[in-house]
């Protein structure tokens, strides 16, 4: 008997890819601290099995939390450096069009150019 591939293993379902992208298209932010882009994704801690969830499935992601401030109680996802590059932002360009959201695909298209040579030195 072997064991079932890890969700670290295995390629994302349609399903999950859906899931993931339109998460990201309805709350994350698409941006950066100045000096690196990033997507961020802050949510009440109700929701911990879904960052848990996609800490799993994207492991060079980064999940933070959870934090008290201004009365709410939340958790931090961050995809940065090749967790945004390899992983996470293809998916997202993929499947993201003027037709599905124009603004955050401007969002998108605001942060490569922000961070363009980052992604010039980091995209292969």
């Given at each position: ?17 859906g ?6 298209i ?25 960052f ?5 499935r ?12 201004g ?6 996802w ?18 993201l069009?003027e ?8 969002r ?8 363009s ?8």
């Amino acid at each position: 008997m072997t064991d079932a591939p890890s969700l670290e293993s295995r390629p994302l379902t349609d399903v999950e890819r859906g899931l993931v992208v339109g998460i990201l298209i309805g709350e994350g932010h698409f941006g950066g601290d100045g000096k690196y882009p990033q997507i961020t994704l802050r949510m009440h801690v109700r929701h911990e099995a879904l960052f848990r969830w996609l800490q799993a499935r994207f492991p060079r992601s980064r999940l933070y939390g959870p934090y008290d401030h201004g009365g709410r109680r939340y958790f931090q996802w961050m995809a940065r450096g090749p967790a945004l590059v390899e992983d996470v932002l293809p998916l997202v360009e993929e499947v993201l069009s003027e037709e599905i959201d124009a603004h955050v695909l401007g969002r998108v298209r605001d942060m490569r150019e922000r961070y363009s040579d980052f992604f010039e030195r980091n995209e292969r």
